[in-house]
């Protein structure tokens, strides 16, 4: 009996031992401090290549103060990042506008926890631009380029914030209104019509504004509707005009901000509704579908709608 107690006091003391050095190696004793983001990430092998990033940058002090979120992107997301951009690690590094603009939009100026997360809103990082993060299959994050990230894990504590670890690099905004729309060949009518009116410059301004963009599809059935060509459309000036700032609101609205049942106020002075199904209802009292969401630009948002937006 002596013999088997003795045995299974040693293989708890052992077990007890494994279990301590299993919880320093994770955070530390209790009385151990807490470390602050930077010394975290130092401490995460995965997050060598993001050191290395911070320190090219002269971004360590900012990053080991203050209250801050950090999005940060694993050695695995660097590694596809080079390959995206055709850039060798040392490139990137010696780039230090590049990785300022880079490393910054993954920051956010105060402590935002899993359970905090805004959904489907726009989160504005301390470099400024926007993006937003979903709940699809695990949190999923739509950056600037409308590119989509998955958060692998969160709510990594830290003394001056939170660590939320990311698959793929963010990357801020590279095309306004106009470049997003040329690069849909389904708003090929629209942009044509934008030109036309001389909007082009308004459209690439700062905004932040939100376009509610018919596709050609939608145009065509305009012109049927009117009785018009094409052409003497783009020739109407001033309908034109009219027409086309209805569908622009002076804000950044993306889906899950839209005021559903409340009259939205546009450029061009008149509101139109959207119900909660996403039908627009203009002051025509004409319904339109919007049909995709929240493409990103820097500086706004694009909707895609099925009918071309009439004011009275």
């Known amino acids: 009996m002596n013999t088997a107690f003795n045995r299974r006091t040693v293989l708890l003391a052992a077990a007890l ?9 994770c955070g530390g004793s209790d009385d151990e401090p807490q470390r602050n983001i930077v010394e975290l990430a ?26 801050l979120t950090v999005f940060a992107p694993t050695n695995a997301a660097f590694a596809a990042l080079l390959a995206e951009l055709g850039l060798s690690k040392e490139a990137l590094l010696a780039n230090k506008p590049l990785l300022t603009a880079v490393l910054t939009y993954h920051v956010l100026g105060s402590r935002v926890v899993r359970a905090d997360v805004p959904l489907g809103k726009a989160i504005t990082p301390v470099s400024g631009g926007f993006f937003k993060i979903e709940s699809a299959n695990g949190l999923k994050i739509t950056d600037g380029r409308n590119r989509v990230t998955s958060i692998t894990s969160t709510d990594i ?46 459209l690439k301004g700062p905004g932040p504004f939100t376009v509610f963009a018919p596709t050609n599809a939608a145009f065509a059935a305009l012109l049927a509707e009117l009785g018009l060509t094409k052409e003497a459309l783009l020739a109407n000036t001033a309908l034109l005009t009219r027409v086309l700032t209805y569908h622009v609101v002076p804000a950044r609205v993306l889906k899950a901000e839209v005021p559903v049942n409340t009259a ?23 319904t339109s579908r919007i049909i995709g969401t929240d493409v990103f630009a820097s500086n706004g948002v694009v909707h895609t709608v099925d009918r071309v937006l009439l004011p009275k």
Not at 177 to 186: G, Q
Not at 264 to 281: E, H, M
Request: glycine content about 6%; hydrophobic content about 50%.
């Open 17 to 25: 031992g494994a279990s301590t050095s299993v919880l320093q190696a």
């Open 42 to 67: 130092q401490n995460t092998p995965e997050l060598s290549i993001l050191v290395e990033a911070v320190v090219a940058a002269g971004l360590a002090p900012t990053l080991s103060t203050g209250s």
């Open 157 to 202: 504590q830290a003394s001056n914030g939170v660590v939320h670890l990311v698959d793929r690099v963010l990357l801020p905004a590279d095309k306004d209104i106009v470049a997003t729309a040329m690069a849909v060949p389904d708003f090929s009518i629209l942009v044509e019509a934008v030109a036309a009116a001389g909007l082009v410059a308004t």
């Open 264 to 286: 939205i106020a546009t450029v061009q002075g008149q509101s139109f509704t959207v119900n909660p199904s996403l039908v627009i209802t203009d002051q025509s009292l004409r």
